[in-house]
C-alpha cells in the first residue's frame, strides 16, 4: 500500500506545473510522510454546498494549480459540449456578446490570482472567450457581471469564511447553458455538477491542457460601476438614509465596494473598522474570518463603543472576506460588548418584513403575488408566516444558493448562515453589498419613526409567534466522527427531545418531491399547552464547506402580549438548550 502511495505521489508529481507545490510533495515523499501523503491522495475534491474548497497544499485532496487547471479544462470541455448560445434576455446593454464567454473574479486570498490566471489561459486555449474581473472584487459582482455580460459560465476564487489555508473555487452557468433563462447566474447543481466532474476526471495531463501565455481580457471597471448602479436600485426612492454603521471587511475585499454603494445611496459614510480594513490573507487579527465565529466582531464593536456618544453608531455591519455574507449588529446595553449579533434568522424575517411593508415584494413588473420568498430547510419558518400573511408565495430548498437561486419566480432569498438574496435578476446568489444597503435603509426609516430593528422583531414574534434559532455545531479533525454520528442517528432515531415528542423522523437521502436527497435528517417536534411550545424542528447534517456536524434547531412559541415576550424569549432559550444536550447524546457527541 504504501509502495502503491508513493507511485500515485510521483505520478502527480510529474504533471504539477508549480514548483513550490513540487518541493512540497517531493519533501513529503523524501520524508516518508505515509499519513501524510494519505490525506492528500485520498480521492480527488468533489464540487460541495459552494464548489470545491480544500487547504492549499500539493495533492488532489488539496487547492493548487494543478487542481485548478484541471478543473478548467473540465469546465471549458463542458461547456464546448453544450454548444452554448447566449440567451436573447441576457444580452449586456453595450452589445452582443460573443459565443463562449467565460468572466472570472477573484479574491484576495493566497494564490487566488494565479488561480484566476491559469482559469483564463485554459479557456482561450479551450477555444473560449476569456474575462478577467480587473481586481479582487467581492464574490456578487462576479455573480452580477455572469448576466451583465451576456457569459455561459464564471469562476469566482475564494473559499470565502473558511481559514486562511483555504482556498475554493465556485462555478456558475449562464443562461445559455443553465437550461431555464431566468436561472442565468446560479451556481451548478446536478446534474451539470456530476458531468463537470467527469469532464475533469477525463483529463489525463495537466501539461496536456493548453494554456496560453496571452489571449484573455481584463474587465474595465465598467463592470463595477454597472453593479453599484444595480446595487443602488434595491432601495425605496426617496426613502431616509441618516443612520450610523461601524463597518468591517473583516480584512477581505469588501470595503472599496461596499463604501461605494453607501456613498452612490446618499448613506452617510460607514466608520470602518481600521485594523481589519486591507484585504489581508493571513486575517491576522480573527482566528476564523467568519462573522459568526466567536471574537470574530470584537474590534468592531470596540470601534463602535469608542464612538462619540453624540455620534454613537446605530448598527455595525460586517461582509466575510468575499463580501457575499452581511452579518448585522444592534446595540445591546445589557451584553457584556454592548452590542448583540442578530441571527441570520432573525436578519432575513426582518428583510422580508421590509421588503412587504414598502410594497417592493414584487419586482421587474410582479405583482406581490407572483413573486415567492425562499428560505432552505435549516432556516426558520418564520419566512413562510410572513410570506403567507401577505400573500407572497413561498417555498423551502436544500442548503445552499445554488438551490435558492433555482426557486420559480423567486423574489428574495436567504439562508441562516448570513445569506441575503434581495435582487435575484440582479445578482443570482447571495450578496453581503445589497443586503447591507437594505438592512441601512430598514434601519433608517426605524430610527425616523423613533423605532428599532429589535422592536421590529418584536411586533414579529407578537404577529408570528416566537421563532427561536439556535445551532449545536461541531468541528472535528477525523471526518470519521461526522460519519458515525450520523450513522448512530440513522439506526436510533431519538423519540423525543427536549421532552418534546418527535412525531416524524425523515432521512433527508432518500429525497422527496419537493427535494433532491442529500445526507442530513430532519425531526419535527410536537409541543403542547403544557410545554409552552407550539413546535420545534431539528435538522442535522455535515457541513459542504467546513468539517463540522451541524445541527439547526428551532422552536415556536405562541406570544399573547407584549409583556409575555419575555418569559417566552426565557422558555425558548431552556427548550433549546434541552434540545442541544438530549441530541447530542443520541448522536455520541
Known sequence: ????????????????????????????????????????????????????????????????????????????????????????????????????????????????????????????????RAVLLPRPLPTPVLAFAIRHLGAVAGVEVTASHNPPRDNGYKVYLGDGVAGTASRGGSQIVP????????????????????????????????????????????????????????????????????????????????????????PDPDFPTVAFPNPEEPGAMDLAFATARAAEADASPDLVIANDPDADRCAVAVPAPEEPAGWRMLRGDEVGALLAAHLVRTGRAGQGGQSATDATFATTIVSSSLLSR?????????????????????????????????????????????????????????????????RTLVELLDELALAHGLHATDQLSVRVEDLSVIAAAMERLRAQPPT?????????????????????????????LAGGAGSGVETARVIVRPSGTEPKLKCYLEVVLPVAAPDALPTARARAREVLEAVKRDLAAAAGI
Not at 478543473?71 to 464546448?80: D, E, K, Q, V
Not at 448570513?418 to 450578496?431: E, F, I, N, T
Open 496 to 524: 423525543a427531545l427536549a421532552g418534546l415528542p418527535v412525531t416524524s423522523a425523515q432521512d433527508l437521502s432518500q429525497g422527496s418531491e419537493a427535494l433532491p436527497p442529500t445526507d442530513g435528517l430532519r425531526y419535527h
Open 191 to 278: 446534474p451539470a455538477d456530476a458531468e463537470i466532474a467527469a469532464e475533469i476526471a477525463a483529463v489525463a495531463s495537466v501539461h496536456a491542457v493548453p494554456r496560453p501565455d496571452a489571449g484573455w481580457e481584463i474587465a474595465g471597471e465598467d463592470v463595477v460601476e454597472a453593479y453599484l448602479e444595480r446595487a443602488a436600485s434595491v432601495l425605496t426612492e426617496g426613502s431616509p438614509r441618516a443612520v450610523r454603521v461601524v463597518y468591517t471587511p473583516l480584512h477581505g475585499v469588501g470595503r472599496q465596494t461596499l463604501t461605494a454603494a453607501f456613498a452612490r445611496a446618499g448613506f452617510p459614510a460607514p466608520t470602518v473598522v481600521a485594523e481589519q480594513a486591507e
Open 1 to 128: 500500500m504504501q509502495h502503491e502511495l508513493i507511485a500515485r505521489a510521483r505520478d502527480w508529481l510529474s504533471d504539477d506545473p508549480d514548483p513550490d507545490t513540487r518541493q512540497e510533495l517531493t519533501d513529503l515523499i523524501e520524508a516518508g510522510a505515509g499519513d501524510e501523503l494519505a490525506a492528500r491522495f485520498a480521492g480527488t475534491l468533489q464540487f460541495g454546498t459552494a464548489g470545491l474548497r480544500a487547504e492549499l497544499g500539493a495533492g488532489p485532496m488539496r487547492m493548487n494549480r494543478a487542481v485548478v487547471i484541471r478543473a478548467a479544462a473540465g469546465l471549458a470541455s463542458y461547456l464546448n459540449r453544450q454548444r452554448p448560445r447566449p440567451a436573447q434576455d441576457a444580452q449586456p446593454a453595450g452589445g452582443q456578446p460573443g459565443p463562449g464567454l467565460v468572466v472570472i473574479g477573484y479574491d484576495a486570498r493566497h494564490r487566488s490570482a494565479d488561480f484566476a490566471r491559469d482559469t483564463a489561459a485554459v479557456m482561450v486555449g479551450a477555444g473560449l
Open 386 to 450: 410572513i410570506a403567507a400573511t401577505a400573500g407572497v408565495p413561498y417555498a423551502e430548498t436544500l442548503t445552499g444558493f445554488k438551490w435558492l437561486a433555482r426557486v420559480d419566480g423567486v423574489r428574495y432569498a436567504y439562508e441562516e448562515a448570513l445569506g441575503y438574496c434581495v435582487d435575484p435578476a440582479g445578482v443570482r446568489d447571495k450578496d453581503g453589498i445589497t443586503a447591507a444597503l437594505l438592512v441601512a435603509e430598514l434601519a433608517a426609516g426605524l430610527r425616523a419613526e423613533g
